[in-house]
């Protein structure tokens, strides 16, 4: 017998099963197939239920006297099951079955098999019996002649000599009809308490369906059958028939004419009853069954927010057993287990964690609590399908799991962004209007609202004020303390455009929506507005005016600066009143002097916008330019994207030349000869410059 199948009908506990007659023998193995059939759980597979019906063949087959076949259906369990639950048993009789055809040294070897590989077996010391018994006897005697013997004494379990399965079995001493007719009543009542505890227990299930039929059987089976009187039908009977002298080993058992027959099904072998005098071991296959219930379909919770979900586990199975429980969430919900002893649905403070049930006797009950954190960042609606599962710790491929989904409430923030115009002009106004809502299902707490705006916009105002605002990063905060589901609100921003705004450049703000839960983050970007091209350029010269010479030449420098938002070429050309003529150089290493690589211009190269070049006017100032006159040299620049923007700058030029008179005085107008005259001459400079 398997190791932890319980063996509740020993022969050495009960001598009475020894005189057993044949409908209580096939009553109470119709309860031990009952027993392996209707012992339905989770894991019950096809395999399981060849595996009892191959090994039940073989052991009709042995009872009815067929060897051969009982032979080959025990090797056929050994065989197709090599780890089966019934192969110490199978081992047994197989070995019984060598014995009864007379292959004793057979026998031998599939005790001695059993004694090697199920030590902790309920059949050991069986086994060691029969081997005791079997190396006594001379090996493989030959069969002895039939001849009526008394009654072997009844023994736990039945000890065999070498062959004793040739010889017709003696009669028994029949027990009183009394006491027959107690032991069958007792095992038909056992039989059907079973099926009616399946039937209370688990009253939808499958199991209890079969436990039904079972029960009608043994009801119907309890009255006297019309076409037979006096014959009480199996598996009750009351009255003990006739004994029939069992065939030779080797030959089927004739049917008797007036037995009634146990109902058939097409997975189980028909039933016979053993010889006289032959033990009857009930064997209750310990099934592992587990039931977890009171979970329901979906549970809603806040996201952050902890959630219990509250079950209850219940031993299916025939036997005690403890059940490892898990769950299939993802470990950032932190899932944990806690054993609900008051059935408050509420883990309890500082209650320890568990992983397993108890020890649950037969149909016991538990309730357990699932205690999970909902992670902040599942978005409202998003549904989590998991399971929570129990499995047998006796039998790991038991084991029930019970779906169920987890749908998180969060807030959640949208918003769009409006603008009042796509094309703008540097020193132009331009507002924004954010249009905000919670589409979520949970309040939005601490949530935040944080506008990016780019440097060409200046913050003029803003509605409702602000909590915070930073001019360097260009940004603007709302703290929002609380926010309804469905709830709406607007806000206003109003900028202006600066004058470093760059032609053709895309002015788009970006609004950040902040939640502690649910989506965390959720971006809002504006239409794009436009920057306008705007030519515009400044000129600009030497304040102070300057002194200069007859014949000589001077440099007068310029600076021209591109003060448009874009790129732009300048159109230049001197103005000048001194009479002579100019030229216009590029001042490229800024020295006031030409250099002899830098060339004559007459446009600018391309400037972009804030961008400057030195440029010098070259002239050479006549000789016959007047003493102190001022002249004016003037430069004007046009854009070439806009004829209409000028700009230009003048420089004063002041001549400076020496102006001398001379004149001459004589100190006497006569003239007397042979005097000398004395002449006085006088110079005078009137200029500005030194003669």
């Not at 019906?53 to 009815?64: R, S």
């Not at 065989?79 to 192969?87: L, R």
């Not at 409006?418 to 949530?447: E, F, H, I, M, Q």
Request: net charge positive; hydrophobic share 40%; charged share 20%.
């Amino acid at each position: 017998m398997p190791h932890g199948l319980p063996h509740p009908f020993q022969a050495r506990r009960f001598p009475a099963l020894q005189a057993l007659t044949a409908g209580a023998a096939l009553l109470v193995l119709q309860f031990f197939l009952c027993t392996v059939f209707l012992s339905g759980t989770v894991s019950t597979t096809n395999a399981q239920s060849d595996e009892a019906t191959l090994f039940t063949e073989g052991y009709q087959a042995y009872l009815k006297g067929d060897t051969a076949k009982a032979i080959a259906s025990f090797q056929g369990v050994l065989k197709q099951y090599p780890k089966g639950k019934v192969n110490d048993l199978a081992l047994y009789w197989l070995g019984k079955a060598y014995q009864k055809a007379g292959r004793t040294q057979e026998a031998i070897g599939a005790f001695r098999e059993l004694k090697a590989k199920f030590p902790q077996s309920t059949m050991y010391g069986h086994a060691l019996r029969q081997l005791a018994a079997l190396e006594k006897a001379p090996a493989e005697k030959a069969p002895a002649a039939p001849g009526a013997t008394p009654a072997p004494k009844p023994e736990a379990p039945p000890r065999a000599t070498a062959k004793p399965e040739l010889k017709p079995p003696p009669k028994p001493e029949a027990p009183p009809t009394v006491a027959k007719e107690e032991l069958a009543k007792s095992a038909r009542q056992k039989a059907i308490e079973s099926y009616e505890r399946i039937i209370r227990e688990v009253p939808d299930s499958p199991e209890a369906a079969k436990a039904r039929e079972r029960l009608a059987e043994l009801r119907v089976g309890g009255k006297p059958a019309p076409s037979h009187p006096g014959r009480i039908p199996l598996p009750t009977m009351p009255a003990h028939p006739p004994q029939a002298v069992p065939p030779a080993a080797g030959k089927p058992a004739p049917s008797k004419p007036g037995r009634v027959p146990l109902p058939k099904t097409p997975a189980r072998p028909p039933l016979a009853a053993p010889p006289a005098g032959e033990t009857v071991f009930l064997v209750v296959e310990r099934v592992a069954s587990v039931d977890v219930s009171e979970v329901r379909a979906k549970y809603v919770a806040t996201s952050g927010e902890t959630i219990v979900v509250p079950f209850v586990v219940a031993n299916r199975g025939n036997a005690e057993d403890a059940f490892q429980l898990t769950s299939t969430l993802p470990p950032s919900f932190q899932p944990a287990f806690f054993h609900d002893v008051v059935g408050t649905g509420q883990v309890s403070v500082e209650e320890p964690a568990v992983t397993e049930t108890p020890r649950l006797g037969i149909g016991q009950r538990a309730r357990f609590v699932l205690r999970a954190r909902v992670p902040v960042e599942m978005s409202d609606g998003f549904a989590q399908a998991f399971e929570i599962k129990a499995t047998s710790k006796y039998d790991q491929s038991v084991s029930q799991a019970a779906p169920t989904t987890l749908v998180a409430s969060a807030p959640s923030l949208r918003g769009t962004l409006s603008v009042d115009r796509t094309n703008v002009k540097p020193g132009d106004t331009l507002s924004y209007t954010l249009s905000l809502t919670n589409a979520g299902s949970a309040d939005a707490s601490s949530a935040r609202v944080v506008v990016a705006y780019p440097g060409a916009l200046r913050l003029t105002e803003a509605a409702p004020s602000s909590t915070s605002m930073d001019p360097q990063l260009h940004t603007v905060t709302w703290e929002l303390a609380r926010m309804p589901p469905n709830d709406r609100r607007a806000v206003r921003l109003d900028f202006r455009v600066g004058e470093d705004a760059l032609a053709d450049q895309d002015i788009v703000i970006r609004v950040v929506l902040q939640s502690p839960v649910g989506e965390q983050t959720v971006s809002v970007v504006s239409a794009v507005a436009k920057v306008e091209a705007v030519a515009a350029v400044r000129v600009v010269g030497g304040e102070a005016a300057r002194t200069v010479f007859p014949r000589e030449t001077v440099y007068l420098p310029f600076t021209v600066r591109n003060t448009g938002n874009g790129p732009d070429r300048f159109a230049l050309r001197t103005l000048i009143d001194l009479g002579a003529g100019a030229t216009l150089v590029e001042d490229r290493n800024r020295d006031g002097v030409r250099q002899p690589d830098e060339p004559v211009v007459e446009t600018t190269r391309l400037l972009n916008p804030q961008e400057e070049i030195r440029l010098l006017v070259e002239l050479a100032v006549p000789s016959d330019a007047m003493d102190a006159k001022q002249h004016a040299v003037r430069l004007v620049a046009t854009s070439e994207r806009s004829r209409s923007v000028v700009s230009e700058s003048g420089r004063l030029l002041i001549v400076s030349r020496p102006v001398v008179a001379v004149a001459t005085q004589i100190a006497s107008k006569e003239g007397i000869p042979g005097k000398v005259f004395s002449y006085q001459l006088v110079c005078t400079n009137t200029g500005t410059s030194p003669a």
